[in-house]
């Protein structure tokens, strides 16, 4: 299975600051179609996890364009541009190249 | 607007089998894939497989083959996520979450999760 490595676990970020989250692949998630299948996941407390990012860079319908990802083969990065209250909770990579689909460990973002 | 309502909280014996239903609503059900995904108390996701809704065939994680069955029902847009010889290992909340069209491949995980279901397995 591809292992999914996010970076860090734990992200103390102070409101209206940026924010950056690290997620690499153990195998190139470049699809043969030459599509990247990686997206970025936001769960809140006590919420079902929304999809913030598809294919490595492109911003769901009504997210907002703080939150950015980049990225390619094992290297993915989220950054959101200035933290805001409404960010906080845990923040999943995800590979949809190789099966099975494989989550990163997540990364919870709190407010200092 | 698409709408994805799982059924009600389950207690289950180790040993014992578990059916978690997923009813969509607000879209063509058999035009889009299903995906199950699950999430053990304070721990992350974890995909455990997909299923094509028009044709019924399913695809599992290997860790859960032979014990997962994803089935659908066309006449009630509902798809159903059964779980046989549970373990305490299984106490989790089940998610069905909603793939890209079926013409799409590999076929995503979605924007559009259902509420959860937890399963709670304890003697």
Known sequence: DVVMTQSPLSLPVTLGQPASISCRSSQSLVYSDGNTHLNWFQQRPGQSPRRLIYKVSNRDSGVPDRFSGSGSGTDFTLKISRVEADDVGVYYCMQGTHRPYTFGQGTKLEIK | ?123
């Open chain 2, 1 to 123: 607007q698409v709408q994805l309502v799982q059924s009600g909280a389950e207690v289950k014996k180790p040993g014992a089998s578990v059916k978690v239903s997923c009813k969509a609503s607000g879209y063509t059900f058999a035009s889009y894939f299903m995906h199950w995904v699950r999430q053990a108390p304070g721990q992350g996701l974890e995909w455990m497989g997909i299923i094509n809704p028009s044709g019924g065939s399913a695809t599992y994680a290997q860790k859960f083959q032979g014990r997962v069955t994803m089935t659908r029902d066309t006449s009630t847009s509902t798809v159903h996520m059964d779980l046989s010889s549970l373990r305490s290992e299984d106490t989790a909340v089940y998610y069905c979450a909603r793939g890209d069209i079926l013409t799409t491949y590999p076929p995503g995980v979605t924007n559009y999760w259902g509420q959860g279901t937890l399963v709670t397995v304890s003697s």
